[in-house]
Every structure is written in structure tokens, then in C-alpha cells.
């Protein structure tokens, strides 16, 4: 093929992409809101047919996200996880690749981090140069975990034909049970009445500016507002993300126009499996200081799925859609303390807006026949 | 099924690879960490694999029907917790802490009917709405992650129920839902290879038009095998609790992976009924490895022997998957009038 049909080919590509994106955004928007906001009216009348008062827990709801100024930084501080960990799911999905496994991923990753910082920190001086060292080798070291992790379902998928979602649930269960038996056998602190490993060195910290939350870093925000930036520039401004989003939706085009589409599957699946790592990197070193039983441990990488489902798979759309998942969670831990509605309803919320989310046409008729909207619904 | 089709390659491959992995494995036992293998596979091992299998190969001969016609209901896992959650309800309902064997068949039955209401939705939301089958199935499983742990809180105040009471056995010492899932896989493997509505539900998977044009309505079809899928996949997590006998909801739930565990067995045993069954007890025999590890005194973590299902699924998929899918799987069908 010429590099004149090439191009050709390309831009032919790139008008269709430019129109599917223009002609659905508002939709795609107005069909995220319709799902979250069906998704909490049904978790409200399961509330009230459970006998709680639904109004109270809404009210609860907005106040555990963002009463606060301590509600709005615990609100920060868990959007940093969802919005790192729901660019990795957007990757690997705009990609056509279903990496359910970020969950697994963030965990191999954080718990690479916190190994990696402990062994070298015998190596290196301590104070602020140490620290310093330790921390970009800690969060290098969780990428790397992370990469590699997922790069394996995605070699599975490429040249074993092995369906990457039930590779990638599997190495989830397997992730959680062999960092778990790690984390209770050979890598427990001894002094700990809990199970988890040894502490991060005091001075393996990321710097206290602007926030009152020990938790909360403007780094980790950063890092994360650098990430979205980063992964949207990669998708839409360079080649490779042309083609591996054009490998996504267009598998036969992009074999025509040379890409490597086993080749592809592979990367996609590493560099999502990268940002899952450094989202476990940013986990251990901004939040715990240690790892857990990873059973334990947040469902950020399963609830990324919904985030990055609710943003249109789209790193940009992924900021809002995380932070939404931050708040939730946020009013999720308001509500164990302050209430007694069990908090695995918001879990059971989620998983609603993920169902509407999948059913767009739901919306479409609806708002047809209802008559309501014009192209927007 | 000719001579042929039962010794092809393909077919050989499967058998070939199931001996390999029981022969490694008894091997690497029994030199290893020497163990003699008839200490390991003894009577009661056998009859805790047929129960463990039990509830993956009903749920995956559910998966086989939804997917031969067209419809890949990924949602197995979260209508297994589904069904698993409402029969310990059920029971709990209707006598307590300490139910009668009555009580338990009826939350069995009452487990069954929920799924398929439950079902029904996601059904429409599939065929109708045109939902993304994948992304509506994880969200089946989110939903039941969240909602049965969630009700089961309401109820007892924590997330598992406090005791109940498991079925009795039958003959041999053996769970009459053995027998029954016997019953069911052969019932299956006729049903869909001898009689007009099998092939009907292969022509909706493979050529939904002929079928169409034959005078069939495909959507049916569909509504019927998703429907039946979501039942069995109900029946599955009752019969799950009914071996166990208390409803655990924490972490993954007490279905942990089973769903998810029974899509492979059917694409291991090639969207055939009795491999679909095989390959369930060859998980459910992993899955009962660590109580056996335990009997005969080796010295494993629980935690790691745990893994091996998990392990061996991915090597099988690995090895095992190029099966050849119906070929509309995925596929919304439109009459065209």
C-alpha cells in the first residue's frame, strides 16, 4: 500500500472519529447522569424498603461527600485513587481490550512499592534525599509490578487466544490470595497486632502543601492530573494511540494500515497495567504507609470499571466520573459511622449505574417516547 | 454425535490435557511431597469434588444455553450470589436458625423463581435494549456484590448469616443434588443436540436469519435460554448454600469465582453439556485438594492450594482456547420487516 492510500485511509479515519465523538457527546453526558442519578433514586427506595429514611440518607450522602471541609479532602484524596485507576480501565477499554484486572494490578503494584522501598532503604541515607530516592524507586518499582501483571493476560490473549476477561478476574482472585499469603507469611511485621507489613521509613513522604490531610498530597494530585493529561495526549495527538484506539473499533482498519494488532493487545495491556501500578504506588505512599491483606482493601479497581464506563471510557471524562466515585465512597464512610444503613448499598448503587450505563438504548427510547429531549437523550 | 466428531482432535486435545493435569498433579503429590495418591483420593475426596462440582456445572450448562443462542450472559457469578443470598433468606424466613429439609428444598425452589425474575430484566435490558452484554453482566455481578451483603446486614445485622442447615444426603452418602445435576446434564445434552428447539437454539447463536426466515423468532429463543441461564445460575448458588449450610457475604461472597469458574468449564468442554460437566469436576477436585491436603497432613497453605482453581483455569483457557464460539455471540438480532 502506498503512504498516499495510507493517509488517505487515515484521514478517512480520522473524520468518522471526529463525527462519532461530536455527534454523541452531549449524549453520552446526558446519559451518564441519567444512569447515576436512576442508580441513587432505586439505592433511596431500597433504603426505604429496608425501613431506613431515605431522606436522612441522602442528606447523609451529601454530606459525607462534601458537608466538610474534612468530608471535601477525604472526597480528594479517594478521587486520586479512582480517577489513576480509572484512566488505566479507559486504556485498555478504549483499546478494546477488557482489562478487568486493574483491581489485581493496583494491588501487585502497592504491594511491590512498599517491598521495594523497605529493602532499599538499608542502601540509601536518611533524611530528605533518601526519601526522595526511595520514592521514585518505590513508585518505579509498583509501575513496573503493575505493567508486568498485566502484561501477562495480555500476552495470554494475543498468542493463546485466552478471553482476557475471565484471565484477567482470575488473576484478581490470585493477586488478592498471593499478596495476601505474602503479606501474613514472610513479609509481616512481627511487632504489628494486625496483619501487614513492616512501615514505609519516616521520611518516605510526599510533602505537606495546601491540604490539612495527612493523607492527601498535592503531589498525588498532580500525579494524577499529569496522568489524565498525559494518557488523553497519548490517545488523541500521537500514532500510537491512533492506532490503538483505531485497533479498538476498527480492528479490520487498522490491520490494513499496518498495525500489529497482537502486538497491540500486549502494550495496551501493559501500559494499563502500568497506571493500575502507579495507582497502587500512590495508594501505599500517600495514603497507607504499609500494605494489608489485600482482601481488605478498597475496591478501587473494580469500581474503576464503573468510572471509566460512566466517563465514556474517555481520561478526561474520567475526572468527573472519578471524583463522583470519590464522593460516594467518602459518604460511604460517613454512613457506616453516622448511620445505620449497611454501606454495602453504595457498592449495590454502583453496580446499578454500571447496568444502566451498559444500556443506552434504555434512555433512548424512554426519552422518545416520553417525547422529552431532543438529540441530547 | 458420529465417531468422528467424538474422537476428533479437538476432542482428544481436551481428554489429553485433563489426564496430563491429573497426572502432574498426582505426580508432583506423590513425589514431592510423598504422599501416597490413594491416601489422597479417597472416597470422601470423590464425594466432596461430585459436591463442589455441583453447583459450577449447573451454572456453566445455564451459560452453554444462553451462549449456543447468541447470548453470552457473563452475569453467571452475580446470579449464583443471588440465588445463594435469597435461599439462606428464604430459610431463615420460614424456620429460623434451625429449618427443616422441607424448608431448605422450598428455599431452594423460591431462590430459583427470584432469578428468574431477576433474570427477566437483564434479559430485556440484553435483547430489547440492546445492552453491551459484557459490561451489563459485570454490572449483574457488582449489583449482587453490593445488594446481598447489603440485605443480608439488614437482616442479621452482618454480612453472613449465622448457621443454617445443609441438605441431607441421598444414597452412597452423596447429595441428591448430585443425582439431580446428573439428570440435568443429560436432560441438556438431548435437549439440545435431538430435538428441534436444540437446534433452534443453535441456529439463533450461529444464523439467526435462517432461523428468522424459517419462521422462528429468534428473540424468543434468546428470552428463553437467558431466562433458563439465569435459573440455573440461581439454582446453582442454592444449591451452593445448601451444601455449605450458612450464607458467608464477605469479601467475594461465598460464590467466589464459582460464576466465573463455570464459564470456563463450558468452553473447556467446547459448549457441550457433559464436557461442560467434566470440567467442572475437574475444578470442583481442585477446589477440594486443600481439605485433602489437610486430612492427609500436608503441611500447604490453605491460602495458596486455594489458588489452584484460579491457576488452573487460566492454563486451561491458555491452552484450550481456541474453541470456536457460536458465531453471533454479542450480536443484537433486528427482523428486518
Known amino acids: ?53 431515605p431522606i436522612r440518607f441522602a442528606s447523609q450522602l451529601l454530606i459525607g461527600a462534601i458537608g466538610s471541609e474534612r468530608a471535601i479532602l477525604r472526597t480528594l484524596r479517594n478521587s486520586v485513587l479512582f480517577v489513576l485507576a480509572g ?39 536518611t533524611g530528605a534525599v533518601g526519601g526522595m530516592i526511595l520514592l521514585v524507586f518505590g513508585t518505579l518499582v ?68 495546601v491540604f490539612s490531610d495527612p493523607n492527601l498530597s498535592i ?51 501493559t501500559l494499563s497495567g502500568m497506571i493500575a501500578g502507579l495507582t497502587g504506588a500512590v495508594f501505599v505512599i500517600m495514603i497507607q504507609g504499609y500494605f494489608t491483606d489485600p482482601s481488605g482493601i478498597g475496591n478501587y479497581g473494580f469500581d474503576a470499571i464503573a468510572v471509566s464506563l460512566l466517563a465514556a471510557n474517555n481520561p478526561i471524562g474520567v475526572l468527573p466520573a472519578g471524583m463522583l466515585f470519590g464522593g460516594l465512597d467518602s459518604a460511604g464512610s460517613h454512613i457506616q459511622i453516622n448511620s445505620d444503613v449497611p454501606v454495602q448499598l453504595i457498592d449495590g448503587i454502583v453496580g446499578l449505574v454500571v447496568l444502566f450505563v451498559s444500556a443506552p438504548e434504555l434512555f433512548r427510547m424512554t426519552a422518545k417516547r416520553t417525547g422529552l429531549g431532543g438529540d441530547s437523550e | 454425535m458420529r465417531t468422528t466428531t467424538l474422537l476428533s482432535p479437538k476432542r482428544l486435545r481436551l481428554v489429553g490435557l485433563a489426564a496430563v493435569i491429573l497426572v502432574a498433579l498426582g505426580a508432583f503429590v506423590s513425589i514431592v511431597l510423598d504422599v501416597q495418591v490413594e491416601r489422597l483420593i479417597t472416597r470422601g475426596f470423590v464425594t466432596r469434588s ?21 447470548v453470552f450472559n457473563i452475569g453467571l457469578e452475580g446470579f449464583m450470589i443471588f440465588g445463594a443470598f435469597t435461599a439462606a433468606a428464604t430459610m431463615f424466613m420460614l424456620g429460623g436458625t434451625s ?129 433458563f441461564s439465569g435459573a440455573m445460575a440461581g439454582l446453582a448458588g442454592a444449591v451452593l448454600l445448601a451444601h455449605a449450610g ?27 453439556p457433559i464436557g461442560a460437566a467434566a470440567a467442572a469436576l475437574l475444578f470442583g477436585a481442585l477446589d477440594m485438594l486443600n481439605v485433602q491436603f489437610q486430612t492427609v497432613g500436608i503441611e500447604a497453605s490453605a491460602r495458596l492450594v486455594n489458588l489452584l482453581p484460579y491457576v488452573a483455569v487460566i492454563i486451561v483457557l491458555t491452552v484450550w482456547g481456541k474453541t470456536r464460539m457460536p458465531s453471533k455471540v454479542g450480536e443484537a438480532y433486528e427482523t428486518e420487516e
Open chain 1, 1 to 53: 500500500m502506498s503512504t498516499d492510500d495510507r493517509g488517505r485511509l487515515r484521514t478517512l479515519l480520522d473524520r468518522a472519529a471526529d463525527w462519532l465523538l461530536d455527534a454523541t457527546v452531549l449524549e453520552r453526558l446526558a446519559i451518564a447522569v441519567a444512569s447515576t442519578l436512576l442508580a441513587i433514586a432505586i439505592g433511596l427506595v431500597i433504603v426505604a424498603a429496608a425501613g431506613f429514611d
Open chain 1, 87 to 125: 484512566v488505566a480501565v479507559a486504556v485498555a477499554f478504549r483499546a478494546g481490550v477488557f482489562n478487568i484486572g486493574v483491581q489485581g494490578q493496583f494491588i501487585v503494584g502497592g504491594f511491590a512499592t512498599v517491598v521495594s522501598i523497605i529493602w532499599l532503604a538499608a542502601f540509601v541515607p
Open chain 1, 142 to 209: 509498583g509501575i513496573v509490578a503493575g505493567g508486568l501483571y498485566g502484561a501477562l493476560p495480555g500476552v495470554l490473549k494475543a498468542y493463546g487466544d485466552a478471553n482476557e476477561i475471565i484471565t484477567t478476574i482470575m488473576l484478581n482472585f490470585i493477586a488478592i490470595g498471593f499478596v495476601g499469603w505474602l503479606v501474613a507469611g514472610p513479609f509481616s511485621d512481627p511487632d504489628a497486632t494486625a496483619t501487614r507489613t513492616r512501615r514505609l521509613p519516616a521520611n518516605v513522604e510526599l510533602p505537606q502543601l
Open chain 1, 219 to 269: 503531589v498525588g494530585l498532580a500525579v494524577t492530573l499529569v496522568t489524565v493529561v498525559a494518557v488523553a495526549a497519548l490517545l488523541t495527538r500521537t500514532s500510537f494511540g491512533y492506532d490503538m484506539v483505531t485497533s479498538g473499533y476498527q480492528a479490520a482498519a487498522a490491520t490494513y494500515s499496518g498495525v500489529d494488532a497482537k502486538r497491540m493487545i500486549v502494550l495496551t495491556m
Open chain 2, 50 to 70: 461430585l459436591e463442589m462440582a455441583t453447583p459450577i456445572a449447573l451454572a456453566a450448562i445455564g451459560g452453554l444455553y444462553a451462549e449456543k443462542s447468541g
Open chain 2, 99 to 227: 429449618p427443616t429439609q422441607g424448608q431448605l428444598w422450598l428455599a431452594m425452589g423460591v431462590a430459583t423463581l427470584i432469578s428468574i425474575i431477576l433474570t427477566l430484566g437483564f434479559a430485556v435490558l440484553l435483547i430489547r435494549y440492546k445492552a453491551d452484554q459484557i459490561v451489563a453482566g459485570l454490572a449483574i455481578w457488582f449489583i449482587a456484590l453490593g445488594f446481598a451483603p447489603f440485605t443480608a446486614a439488614t437482616i442479621w445485622g452482618s454480612r453472613s448469616s449465622p448457621g443454617l442447615t445443609s441438605i441431607n444426603n441421598l444414597a452412597f452418602g452423596q447429595s441428591p443434588m448430585v443425582f439431580f445435576t446428573v439428570i440435568v446434564v443429560a436432560a441438556a445434552w438431548v435437549f439440545l443436540y435431538r430435538t428441534r428447539y436444540g437446534y433452534w437454539i443453535q441456529a439463533a447463536g450461529e444464523n439467526p436469519k435462517a432461523l428468522d426466515t424459517a419462521g422462528v423468532d429468534v428473540n424468543r429463543v434468546r428470552y428463553a435460554t437467558v431466562i
Open chain 2, 246 to 272: 450458612n450464607w458467608v457475604g464477605t469479601g467475594d461472597t461465598m460464590v467466589d469465582g464459582r460464576g466465573w469458574i463455570a464459564i470456563v468449564a463450558y468452553l473447556f468442554g467446547n459448549y457441550n
